[in-house]
């Protein structure tokens, strides 16, 4: 059989052809990954920002002011210093536990952002266990905590990660019944946008904070403990441990766990947002929205972009609230963290659960 020059060259610019579209099929696909992962990189920046500017306002003195208009550039510019500074490693320590402690600890956490919505199409993956899914990640990273205390060879540190491992462990079946009870009664669903738009039937009346006032308070309680901020900040607390399971480190690796602690603070309020707060709705009753603004029949760019900003300004209210505790309330002992957790939280969580089950087999 022969074949002429020309089917040849048809068949090579088709090859040529199908390999493009693959190409711009993969950039595609990763576009979105990478739009989200610039901007959780900037909401990072805003929230120590914003933490440094609220802390210096609330202890009456001036906080950064040098670095960029009104110092907005100051964690970027410590974010660059510790880039540039030499990785320190324990000579008698497990080299291999030490460096993969820290990466673990934040890829766990970025995971998690999988399935937040911040507009009603604009989630990476709307899966049917996606609350869930969170829970069952976000318990990796106190893994990577633990690994870094042991593999530091140093007594600090190594009790840092085993009180990092038993707080997580305490504060997370609180948070796991408390979105149990969301799932049971209020959206039938654990998908994450299924559980957003059940709130927006009623508007501002609508909020699971409402319909479940117990385990919204639970649910905060727990949140802040996963995160470890005060008064819950026991695994790295300085009067004590010197720096816990992050004493050992410097650098990058110092860095990823200071990242790491905001990524996890940002996901929890983005959390809060979604299961209590109604997510991207505008929270205001239909028959006002329809008649005067319209928003139901908005769509494309510019709705999306409204459902963004709302979720955002709702994200940064709950983030103002964990900042303003931070430096309002003294820390806790370690056994009255444990107590708070085992004998206070899961018993109330428990009831919460058990109330939510009932009344819905009563309204079958």
Request: charged content about 10%; hydrophobic content about 50%.
């Amino acid at each position: 059989m022969i074949i002429n020059t020309t089917e040849v060259q048809a068949i090579n610019s088709f090859s040529r052809l199908e390999s493009l579209k693959e190409v711009y099929g993969t950039i595609w696909m990763l576009f979105p990954i990478l739009i989200l992962v610039l901007g959780i990189t900037i909401g990072v920046l805003v929230i120590v920002w914003l933490e440094r500017t609220i802390s210096a306002s609330i202890q009456q003195r001036i906080g950064p002011e040098y670095a960029g208009p009104l110092g907005i550039l100051q964690a970027l510019a410590d974010g660059t210093k510790l880039l540039f500074k030499e990785n320190l490693i324990p000579s008698r320590g497990d080299t291999y536990l030490f460096s993969i402690g820290p990466s673990i600890a934040v890829i766990s956490i970025l995971l998690s952002y999988l399935v937040i919505p911040f507009s009603s199409h604009l989630v990476l993956a709307d899966l049917s266990i996606g609350v869930f899914l969170w829970i069952a990640i976000s318990s990796i990273a106190p893994i990577g905590l633990l690994m870094s205390g042991y593999g530091s060879n140093n007594k600090y540190s190594f009790l840092g990660g085993l009180r990092a491992a038993a707080q997580s462990i305490s504060y997370e079946i609180p948070l796991t019944l408390c979105v149990l009870s969301i799932s049971l009664r209020v959206s039938n669903s654990s998908s994450t946008v299924d559980i957003v738009e059940a709130q927006s039937k009623y508007g501002f009346w609508g909020w699971n904070l409402w319909r479940q006032p117990i385990g919204f308070i639970v649910f905060i309680i727990s949140s802040l403990a996963e995160c470890e901020r005060l008064p819950f900040d026991l695994p790295e607390a300085e009067e004590e441990l010197v720096a816990g399971y992050q004493t050992e480190y410097s650098g990058i690796k110092f860095g990823l766990f200071y990242v790491a602690s905001y990524l996890n603070l940002l996901i929890s309020s983005l959390f809060v947002t979604v299961l209590y707060l109604g997510g991207w709705n505008l929270s205001i009753p239909y028959i006002f929205i329809s008649e005067f603004f319209e928003i139901n029949q908005v769509g494309g760019v510019f709705g999306t972009t409204i459902g963004i900003f709302i979720t955002l300004a709702k994200t940064f209210l709950f983030l103002f609230i964990s900042i303003t505790t931070r430096w309002t309330l003294p820390r806790l002992r370690m056994d009255q963290l444990l107590n708070l957790g085992w004998k206070f939280l899961l018993p109330i969580s428990l009831g919460n659960l058990l109330l939510t089950t009932s009344s819905q087999l009563l309204s079958l």
